[in-house]
């Protein structure tokens, strides 16, 4: 079964070392300020040429109170008259964007993030998918992925009738944990009754798929206490479930200062909860796909991955890995065949430059040949957790023992280890280093020892 998983604590401490997610090869840390909008160009020209279907990524900033857990660009305020300057700025970014696309490049994932899209008030969300769908060829068959991050506190039946009016059909909603204490600690307060008020919509309006985000690691939480959220989370059904990591670094996000560190649960207490979790989850019927989620069996992620058809990227795991993804809004990364380019991550930075009628586009990176056959052994790895070297060879022309000859001790080492099974034709990852699966990628970074590790959370 491609969910089992083997808890085996000696190898998790051995091999619970801070790294990338490996959202993107190579990863953001490596974008440099030397791409700017002619590369952005260039990319769409080829796209087009291409006529490669579309995965959109929007990002709505604002949030009405603050989160002191969260690391996600945003700009917190009450007032929301600060939305629809943005929304003049976004539309004219999405404008100059399509411009250089065709209009018969279909639009098949679209996703809405933040911040807290749900800030833009009705007219507000209304005015932005009718600018999209002027720009773009938005589906209206329900057979694409759109979805949009929900914050229960900022939604309600009229919201969600709203967001089914608009073409969404999918909906992730921010939780991270239920027990009281624990959300006076990081500032978010927020009713299981809130949430399931917010899910009994989306089922009655029969949405296609409900995703709930948690995190462990967070203050106040216990091992006890998570794993009641937990059970209370499983009663709610969700097709998915996001499961993260908290990674403390107050000198990086300035809300985490407001987190007592003491007030942090110890390292032997958070493999405790990820190990509970996992054996709730299990138990329910979900399966592991891998990177901090779980999925039913009959979802889409979890189907995908029994085909070895699962992808990744900026979104997480994916069905539409092999659409060009196109990111509009402040901070927004686009990967566009061989390009990552992202926006300025200063909201004032990004108004001023669509302001003289020039993209935002700040930093970014194209791939090179190594790049690129790297990126596909990542990619494998981390979403079917196993490597077949003929498909790579025959894809890149190369012999991969010959190529990869300098990292065959640290393979060997951790076969040994029994993470990984090694052969002469494939890797496959156990199951007791499917929850290692990023430190198995690390091996084949070119880039991991150059960097800052402490830019990255641990593994576990």
Request: negative net charge.
């Amino acid at each position: 079964m491609l969910d089992a998983i083997r808890w085996d604590s000696d190898l998790i401490r051995r091999y619970d070392l801070a790294g990338p997610r490996y959202t993107s090869y190579p990863t953001a840390v490596q974008f440099h300020g030397q791409v700017g909008t002619f590369d952005l160009f260039h990319a769409l020209r080829d796209s087009r040429k291409a006529q490669r279907p579309l995965s959109l990524y929007v990002h709505v900033p604002f949030c009405a109170n603050i989160c002191y857990y969260c690391a996600c660009n945003k700009v917190i305020t009450k007032d929301r008259g600060r939305a629809q300057p943005y929304l003049q700025r976004l539309e004219q970014e999405i404008q100059l964007i399509a411009c250089h696309l065709d209009p018969a490049q279909k639009v098949e994932q679209l996703h809405f993030g933040g911040g807290t899209p749900t800030f833009l008030s009705h007219d507000e969300l209304r005015q932005l998918m009718a600018h999209l769908r002027k720009h773009f060829n938005l589906l209206d068959d329900d057979s694409g992925d759109y979805g949009i991050e929900i914050d229960p506190r900022e939604a309600d039946w009229s919201t969600m009738g709203l967001l089914l009016e608009l073409g969404f059909n999918r909906v992730s909603i921010g939780l991270q944990d239920l027990d009281p204490a624990v959300q006076r600690a990081v500032n978010r307060l927020q009713s299981l009754e809130e949430t399931r008020a917010v899910i009994d919509a989306a089922r009655t309006l029969q949405f296609r798929s409900i995703n709930i985000d948690l995190i462990y690691g967070l203050p106040k939480q216990t091992p006890d206490n998570f794993a009641r959220t937990v059970e209370e989370v499983i009663s709610l059904q969700p097709d998915r479930l996001s499961v993260f990591n908290y990674a403390h670094l107050p000198e990086r996000f300035m809300p985490q200062r407001r987190i007592n560190s003491s007030d942090l649960p110890s390292p032997a207490h958070k493999l405790e909860m990820l190990q509970r979790t996992i054996e709730q989850l299990t138990a329910a019927g979900y399966r592991y796909i891998g990177m901090d989620h779980f999925a039913l069996p009959d979802d889409e992620l979890a189907i995908a991955q029994e085909e070895q058809t699962l992808q990744r990227n900026f979104q997480g795991y994916t069905t539409h890995g092999h659409c060009d993804l196109i990111g509009l809004g402040v901070s927004a990364i686009s990967q566009i065949g061989d390009l990552y380019c992202q926006n300025s991550s200063d909201l004032t930075a990004y108004q001023n430059s669509l302001a003289s009628a020039q993209l935002a586009t700040s930093r970014g990176l194209v791939c090179n040949a190594d790049d690129r056959l790297r990126r596909a052994v990542i990619q494998q790895l981390i979403c079917n957790f196993k490597l077949e070297f003929a498909e790579i060879e025959q894809q890149f022309n190369i012999d991969f023992q010959g190529y990869f000859g300098a990292l065959w001790p640290q393979l060997q080492g951790m076969a040994e280890d029994g993470l990984i099974r090694l052969e002469r034709e494939r890797i496959e990852v156990l199951p007791a280093g499917r929850l290692l699966v990023r430190s198995v990628c690390m091996v084949f970074d070119a880039y991991l020892e150059q960097q800052n590790r402490q830019r990255f959370s641990r593994v576990i």
